[in-house]
Every structure is written in structure tokens, then in C-alpha cells.
């Protein structure tokens, strides 16, 4: 079965710090990968996604960025974090040609 | 005009009721419909799709309407396991997008 992963689970970070958030995915080859966050009290926002190795797509221009450097691993970084950059962190995966997608367990950010 | 729009609640039932969410969405192009269930701090899970002739699971009834562009939810003989948000999902996009509407959130009471 496919299991999906997200470390750390929780991050406390200083403004201006820089951020690095993995998330890996089990039991499946060539999913799509997702990066979502969700503001305290709000609906998600889709972040990036990506359909292949080194194909990243943005959604919403910040000063976040997304890699997938391997099939099954999809990592979110920014050089500085911004105070507005906290939120709840979620990474998921769907199949192509399939609608449904999977979350994984989240990364809480908070940046002081 | 939200995408994907819902009553935020939250909706405070005694267990045992029956209780019932409704969704509206935009895009009438839209192919694909969900309900997710997330509890607190937690990632949303996968509810149960939304199929146009209407579907079942146990306690779990979903319906859609296209011509009104909604969606509903009907859950039966509430338990008090079911207090979370439940997050009303819609494919509207090429591919394989999903947008989410904010949650409506429920409280089931002893």
C-alpha cells in the first residue's frame, strides 16, 4: 500500500531563516506531488505540483520554491521565511488521470 | 465568488442527529467531487467521492446536483467520532486539481 511521508512535523523558525520541508511517497511510482498550505483557520492553497522529475509547477508567486529531485520525493524551500510564510504544510500525491489525492501528515510552521 | 463555497458552522448537534452540509461550486465545467474529513491539526483524509447518481457508505450519504451546482452531504445517526471539518472538494481545473472549499465544521454533543 502507498504511504506518504512529511518531516519535520513540527518547525519553529526566526524571520528570514531559510526552510527546507521533504516530503517522500511509498508504494507508488510516477505520482503527481502536491505541496499545499493551510493558514490558521482557512482552506488550503495549492502551492506547487509536479507530474515528473524536475517538472514543478507554481500556483501562487512567493518566495517559496519546489524541487523533485527524484520520482517519489517532493521538498519545499525558501531562501528567507516571511512572518506570513506560517501555516500548516501539506504535501499529497494522486495518480495521473485519477482526481483523488492523499495527504500526508503536515508540517506545522511557525516563523517568530 | 469562491470556487467552491460552504457554510463554515459550526453546525452543534446532539448524537444521534441527522445532519446535512451543502457545497455550491462555480464552474459548471467541473468533472470530479469529494468530501474530505479533517480533525484538528490533523491532514484532510478522504472522505468518500461524490457520484452524479448519488452514493452511500454506512452513515454517509452524498448527493449531487449539477444543474444547481451543488453538493451535499447527509450523515445519519451522528456519533460523537464524527466531530471534525468536513471539506467539500471539486476537480474544476485541466488535470488533476482539486480545489477546496474553507470547511464546515461539525460538533457532535453527548
Known amino acids: 500500500s502507498q504511504t506518504i511521508h512529511q518531516w519535520p512535523a513540527t518547525l519553529v523558525q526566526p524571520v528570514g531563516s531559510p526552510l527546507s520541508l521533504e516530503c517522500t511517497v511509498e508504494g507508488t511510482s510516477n505520482p503527481n506531488l502536491y505541496w499545499y498550505r493551510q493558514a490558521a483557520g482557512r482552506g488550503l492553497q495549492l502551492l506547487f505540483y509536479s507530474v515528473g522529475i524536475g517538472q514543478i509547477s507554481s500556483e501562487v508567486p512567493q518566495n517559496l520554491s519546489a524541487s523533485r529531485p527524484q520520482d517519489r520525493q517532493f521538498i519545499l524551500s525558501s531562501k528567507k521565511l516571511l512572518l506570513s510564510d506560517s501555516g500548516f504544510y501539506l504535501c499529497a500525491w494522486g495518480l495521473a488521470g485519477v482526481s483523488e489525492q492523499f495527504f500526508g501528515p503536515g508540517t506545522r510552521l511557525t516563523v517568530l | 465568488r469562491k470556487e467552491v463555497e460552504q457554510d463554515p458552522g459550526p453546525f452543534n448537534v446532539p448524537e444521534g442527529a441527522t445532519v446535512a452540509f451543502n457545497c455550491t461550486y462555480s464552474n459548471s465545467a467541473s468533472q470530479s467531487f469529494f468530501w474530505y474529513r479533517q480533525d484538528c491539526r490533523k491532514e484532510p483524509k478522504l472522505l468518500m467521492s461524490?457520484?452524479?447518481s448519488g452514493n452511500e457508505d454506512g452513515r454517509f450519504t452524498a448527493q449531487l446536483n449539477r444543474a444547481s451546482q451543488y453538493i451535499s452531504l447527509l450523515i445519519r445517526d451522528s456519533k460523537l467520532s464524527d466531530s471534525a471539518t468536513y471539506l467539500c472538494?471539486?476537480?474544476?481545473?485541466?488535470?488533476?486539481?482539486?480545489?477546496f472549499g474553507g470547511g464546515t465544521r461539525l460538533m457532535v454533543k453527548p
Open positions: 472538494v471539486v476537480n474544476s481545473r485541466a488535470g488533476n486539481m482539486l480545489t
Open positions: 461524490v457520484y452524479s
